[in-house]
């Protein structure tokens, strides 16, 4: 049974910075591709990172890039999300997912089949 449990969430203000983590238990993340998502209020479940299993460039959304950093540590089997330059439209419950089969470089979200809970990050201005 796979277990995701996101920590880190919080409320910043607009250039703040913060470190999501999501511990996995069930799925190593050096054979299960892992992604976050974000949902912002009134708003559907949005792509935010990806990190393959293999280790190849993680892929962002065109929003974050160059403000994510997305990263693992194999060892804890945690996956991590870390945010800088937050900005108020970056407001969301963030979710951790994985990937629902091994060894698999695709990152369309019905490929995910295990979520955490999520994670409120509020960003205000």
């Known amino acids: 049974q796979v277990q995701l449990v996101e920590s880190g969430g919080g409320a910043v203000q607009a250039g703040g910075s913060l470190r999501l983590s999501c511990a996995n238990s069930g799925r190593p993340v050096n054979r299960y591709t892992m992604a976050w998502f974000r949902q912002a209020p009134g708003k559907e479940r949005e792509f935010v990172a990806t990190i393959f299993w293999s280790g190849t460039t993680p892929r962002y959304a065109d929003s974050v890039k160059g403000r994510f950093t997305v990263s693992r540590d194999s060892t804890k089997n945690t996956v991590f999300l870390q945010m800088n330059n937050l900005r108020p439209e970056d407001t969301a419950v963030y979710y951790c997912?994985?990937?629902?089969?091994?060894?698999?470089?695709?990152?369309?979200?019905?490929?995910?089949?295990?979520w955490g809970q999520g994670t409120q990050v509020t960003v205000s201005s």
């Open positions: 997912a994985a990937h629902r089969r091994p060894f698999s470089g695709t990152w369309f979200q019905g490929d995910f089949d295990s």
